[in-house]
Nanobody, 120 residues
Framework: QVRLVESGGGLVQAGGSLRLSCAAS????????MGWYRQAPGKQRELVAT???????TYADSVKGRFTISRDSAKNTVYLQMISLKPEDTAVYYC??????????????WGQGTQVTVSS
């Protein structure tokens, strides 16, 4: 069974930095796109950043220039480096990955989420 496990969330002051990690484990043949989403209280889940297997990245306008997504394919891990954090970045951050696993099936997986709180 494939699992995504996030880590690295926490409480930080505005202007500070955090680095999130998400490791995929289980029977994995390959991973296509990986990404980070976030959901603030009372709001819908929104895309933060994605990265393809080839390393092409996309970002939400609200985080461009402040967040950097990267991945280590050998470790089946995706990272989100966040700098210049703002109170509006406060949310639960979720990892997402499109994974080819057993029986060569492609499925969309989500992590359990990690809380990021930015105080003003």
């Amino acid at each position: 069974q494939v699992r995504l496990v996030e880590s690295g969330g926490g409480l930080v002051q505005a202007g500070g930095s955090l680095r999130l990690s998400c490791a995929a484990s289980g029977l994995i043949l390959s991973i296509n796109n990986m990404g980070w989403y976030r959901q603030a209280p009372g709001k819908q889940r929104e895309l933060v950043a994605t990265i393809t297997s080839g390393g092409t990245t996309t970002y939400a306008d609200s985080v461009k220039g402040r967040f950097t997504i990267s991945r280590d394919s050998a470790k089946n891990t995706v990272y989100l480096q966040m700098i210049s954090l703002k109170p509006e970045d406060t949310a639960v951050y979720y990892c997402n990955a499109d994974i080819i696993g057993s029986f060569f099936s492609l499925k969309d997986y989500w992590g359990q989420g990690t809380q990021v709180t930015v105080s003003s």
